[in-house]
């Protein structure tokens, strides 16, 4: 069984955790709630952890009352990037993080068993549509195997409104969740940027509410792309992660990760315990595609061919080859290790040991390709071209079922 060591950055205060703890003015921009424990589900290594306020490389700016990121100032007249050769100047994080403070939110549930009151779940969320719907994490708003908290969910806007939020769909394996809210006037949006090309090394900016503290804002760099799920434990789970060293705690789930441009690339979500500066966001393509499929199926469809699956680069082809020389004579391509008996991949024809070169009439060099081709295609026919021992090579013809829960 794969150990359980992450944690969800739910923010938790209770009556029996804390009691005493001051609130701000009611002048001020939200509420800071009384912070409580964080609820943990980890192995001995304690690899995660909640409670940790800041990492040595990241700011933190806790944005309250007059200092709130959303100032009168016209942006117009600061100098532009472009302008500037694209360098950071002293403005380009507040700048960025002041686009998209006005779309992003503070969500509250209150926590309790039998309409009894326990505790009260905090994380943040973005305005994605001007009609109030808010994308944010599932473990904010809901329950692994109970479905959504049974209390009410109270979204607060930076500017201080208060509105009820009624949960409208979401996946707990990706971690998605989308909400909404009703108001007579459109409401600000945050404008959403894309994370295909995102490079280790960029700057972001995560904004949220980490320990009820509205509007903070916090910066660091990408420090990893494409970061497997199994790499950090999440066995089960397909989302691939960005990795960062922007402070991210407890009520910052569900909050954005920004560009330098005040784009969202990423959803807050992760942040691990033994070491500051190590937190991860989902991609933003992926957040959106899951928030489409559940809009449009109201659940995730998973497509599911049976089979493993890795990426084939030239020093693990250089590598295959010297351990078995009759190894496929290919550049790329994607391994298939292994093949689940019964499996739509061997009704199809598809070996332990072959390479798929190709899938769907697609030239195949990652595993993100395939799944991108499978979408949420289920019961159709995809051709594989597929390269075997000795130079061979096979056409066949897969038909993926819909995985169960």
């Avoid at 060293?245 to 959803?267: H, K, R, T």
Wanted: net charge neutral; with cysteine; charged share 20%.
């Amino acid at each position: 069984m794969a150990h359980r060591w992450w944690s969800r950055l739910r923010g938790v205060s209770s009556t029996f955790l804390h009691s005493n703890i001051a609130s701000s003015s009611a002048a001020k921009v939200g509420a800071i709630a009384a912070v409580g424990a964080t609820w943990l589900y980890q192995d001995p290594l304690d690899w995660l952890d909640t409670g940790r306020m800041m990492n040595q490389r990241s700011i933190m700016w806790s944005l309250l009352g007059k200092n709130s990121i959303a100032y009168s100032e016209d942006l117009s007249l600061r100098p532009s990037r472009a302008e500037t050769g694209d360098f950071l100047t002293r403005y380009t994080i507040a700048d960025a993080a002041a686009k998209a403070a006005p779309g992003i939110v503070n969500i509250t549930v209150d926590v309790g068993i039998r309409n009894v009151f326990m505790a009260r779940s905090s994380g943040s969320g973005s305005i994605i549509q001007s009609d109030g719907t808010i994308l944010t994490n599932a473990h904010v708003v809901a329950e692994a195997g109970r479905g959504s908290h049974s209390g009410k969910i109270v979204v607060t806007l930076h500017d201080g409104r208060t509105f009820t939020g009624e949960l409208v769909c979401f996946d707990m394996i990706t971690d998605i969740a989308v909400v909404k809210i009703k108001s007579k006037a459109p409401l600000p949006t945050v404008k959403i940027g894309s994370s295909r090309k995102l490079r280790a090394g960029e700057w972001v900016i995560a904004v949220g509410s980490p320990l009820h503290l509205q509007n903070t804002v916090t910066a660091g760099i990408i420090s990893a792309v494409e970061r497997k799920s199994s790499e950090i434990g999440l066995h089960g789970a397909t989302t691939d992660y960005i990795q960062t060293d922007a402070a991210i705690n407890q009520g910052n789930s569900g909050g954005p990760l920004l560009n330098m441009d005040g784009e969202v690339i990423g959803i807050n979500t992760i942040k691990a315990m033994a070491a500051d500066g190590v937190s991860f966001a989902i991609p933003i393509d992926t957040a959106v595609k899951v928030m489409n499929q559940l809009k449009k199926h109201g659940h995730v469809v998973r497509p599911w061919l049976g089979i493993k699956m890795l990426e084939l680069t030239e020093a693990i082809i250089d590598q295959l080859k010297d351990r078995d020389p009759s190894f496929p004579n290919v550049s790329k391509g994607v391994l298939v290790p292994q093949v689940i008996p019964g499996s739509p991949a061997e009704k199809g024809g598809l070996r332990p040991g072959d390479v798929i070169v190709e899938f769907d009439g697609k030239p195949i060099d990652s595993v993100s390709q395939i799944v991108d081709l499978l979408g949420d295609k289920v019961g159709v026919s995809f051709k594989v071209v597929v390269k075997r021992a000795y130079g061979k090579q096979a056409t066949l013809i897969v038909v993926p079922e819909e995985a169960t829960p």
